[in-house]
């Protein structure tokens, strides 16, 4: 499968040239100036500056370890959501399965109308608020229950659950469709319980789309910016309103500490995917051990 | 040898006509710059986040330039911050004939075009308006000298809102202010900088308890700064906890505060304009009852400017809207609240008598404040190396301090 194959190579290159420009050339751009070079008329005597600037206080790295909680949490929730709903449809009798379709509503949604929902149904004077208010529950909106800025990201990770699990059920029940149905029969006529067929007779053949999966969403909403943008508190803040926040809104002398904030989420990201894979694998074999 | 001195002379023949009409357009009087825009487009890229001021731009002034001038008018919603990087990346790669003909700027926007490079100027003092404004209440732009690279177009000034039916005395004092917050907790808030009107309501507590603006208006003294500004952290710190969401998080910016004073969540809000809450009500957004104050420490104001890119593709077309745009009759239109309510940037007194008292019989409404009362509170913006300190350890001092 690894074998170098020059001729796929040259067929591809229509395609290879233009993503490696652009992407290439953003990328090499983004990390030059995050050094302090070729940022316009400005110089820098210290081109390691920007770095400095991040390490030299907590808020940086505040920002990255909430990120990083927010993605996993609402990661982790919608994998065993989205994995559990998909196996719920698949296990319904095949002329219910039409009527899932309503489960995909989230997927077509943006990200940002997914935002606006929650701003319209769950602050203080929104549209719940104003139920319970009508329905005589509460007495005015002061009494309604703090959900969104709270500062505690669960807001964010209930919005990223509800957008992503739709999209976990796509990906696991497409595979899920594909399993011979006879094994899992075979398995209830030896007498397996539904836990035991679930973990050991599913849940190895749906592990290679859930860690994909898993990488996808991850990787998006640790460095997602409009639901934060939406939703988001200002501290500690995620990581890409900090980042837009030294691009656009300060001095444009600053720029640099924001290009190095987007060189170290690409390397967070890479080793991340890496180790994952890594991780996984080494799991993997040692199921098949057993 | 004749053939080498005949060369020679097509040569010089050719560079100074090439010479000539490259500066034809920086000495030619404005009749000349008139008549080369005569039925050219000019593409003005200014903040598109208000739907009064677009639609006085798209109807009064495109309305206006076509009449007068003959001059397509082609306004292009974008943030400053936005088309200055798109400016920025033309210089770098190098583009001589740039998309944009004017821009909507001032403050750090404009620090950051002059410090690469990006503008075409000097520009004021080409305009035949330009004379009925005073140059000295131009010179500066948040303590950056403008040099003629921008001209004036508008002034806009800090002043806090409030709902009269529902607040009887509003807080008109920054002691008075943190005496009404801890009485009222939840109830006030600001948009968390470096947002532009959270940005001003912290620089003008600054100016407000460190003793007036005057001791800033020089170069940056790190000093006074570091003397000062433990004061500020400290009242906003003394407010924190009574803020809405308990400080532990601020709206993002002046919209969303907008939104929230809009809904009852908070019962002061604030606005970098002073017509602002009049534009509000007229559009049906705020009570009528809605009305605004300043601080009795001082309000600050800005003025905003137009300014031409060094790669503008009609640099005539662009210069004659900025003039047209400092016109006494666009000046007029501009100041009145249905239009937009945007101050003007004229000396009154350079006017005529006709002129001065249309200006003088304007009706503000009755959420605005009267010039007079405006005026005694007028205090100058900062410069911004203070300003850019004072955001930087807002975030160190007051949001992530516990």
Known sequence: MMRSRPSIVLSLLPLLIPFAAVIGGGLAVTVLQSFGLVMYAYTYEDMLFAYRQLFSDTWFLESAAFSFYVALAATVAAIILGTFFAYSIWKLPPRYHRWTVIYKIPLILPHIAVGFIAVILLSKTGMLSSIAHQLGLIDGFDAFPNLLYTGTGIDLIAAYVYKETPFVMVMVYAVLSRFDRRLVDTAEMLGSSQVRIFFSLLLPFLMPVINTTFIILFIFAFGGFDLPFVLGSSNPGMISIRIYEYFFQKELALRPVAMAMLTLVFCFSLLFIVFYLRLSQRVEKGVRKL | ?402
């Open chain 2, 1 to 402: 040898m004749r053939l080498f001195f005949y060369l020679v002379a097509a040569a010089v023949v050719a560079w100074q006509s090439g010479t000539a009409s490259a500066a034809a357009t920086l000495e030619d009087g404005f009749e000349e710059l008139v008549r080369q825009a005569r039925g050219s487009e000019v593409r003005w890229f200014m903040w598109g986040g208000s739907p009064i001021i677009n639609s006085w731009v798209d109807d009064y002034v495109a309305g206006e330039l076509e009449e007068r001038y003959d001059i397509t008018l082609k306004r292009v919603p974008a943030d400053a911050a936005i088309f200055i990087n798109k400016l920025l990346t033309e210089k770098q790669a190098g583009r001589k004939r740039g998309t944009m003909d004017l821009l909507w700027i001032n403050g750090e926007n404009f620090k950051n075009s002059m410090e690469n490079d990006l503008l075409y100027g000097p520009i004021s003092q080409r305009l035949p308006h330009f004379t009925l404004v005073d140059p000295s209440s131009v010179a500066y732009d948040f303590g950056y000298p403008v040099q003629g690279y921008e001209a004036p177009y508008g002034r806009a000034q800090f002043v806090f809102e409030y709902d009269s039916a529902t607040l009887s005395e509003p807080p008109d004092s920054f002691i008075e202010l943190r005496q009404w917050v801890q009485k009222h907790p939840g109830k006030f808030t600001y948009p968390s900088p470096p947002d532009f009107t959270g940005s001003a309501f912290i620089r003008q507590a600054f100016y407000a308890l460190t003793g007036g603006h005057e001791q800033y208006m020089q170069e940056v003294d790190r000093q006074l700064y570091e003397r000062n500004a433990p004061k500020l952290w400290a009242y906003l710190n003394a407010l924190k906890p009574y803020l809405w969401q308990q400080g532990r998080t601020y709206p993002k910016d002046v919209a969303a505060l907008d939104t929230l004073f809009e809904r009852g969540e908070v019962l002061v809000n604030m606005s970098y304009h002073q017509a602002s809450a009049q534009s509000k009500i007229l559009q049906g957004r705020y009570a009528p009852s809605v009305r605004t104050f300043v601080m009795e420490e001082g309000s600050i104001y800005n003025t905003h400017f137009t300014a031409v890119p060094y790669n503008a593709p009609n640099l005539a077309g662009a210069l004659v809207v900025a003039d047209f745009l400092l016109s006494p009759e666009a000046q007029l239109s501009k100041n009145d609240p249905r239009n937009w309510g945007d101050f003007t940037v004229l000396e009154l007194s350079r006017l005529d008598e006709e002129w001065r008292n249309r200006f003088k019989n304007l009706d503000l409404g009755s959420a605005t404040l009267s010039l007079r009362q405006l005026e005694k509170a007028a205090v100058p913006e900062i410069p911004s190396g203070y300003l850019e300190l004072l955001e930087r350890d807002w975030e160190k001092q007051v949001l992530r301090s516990r």
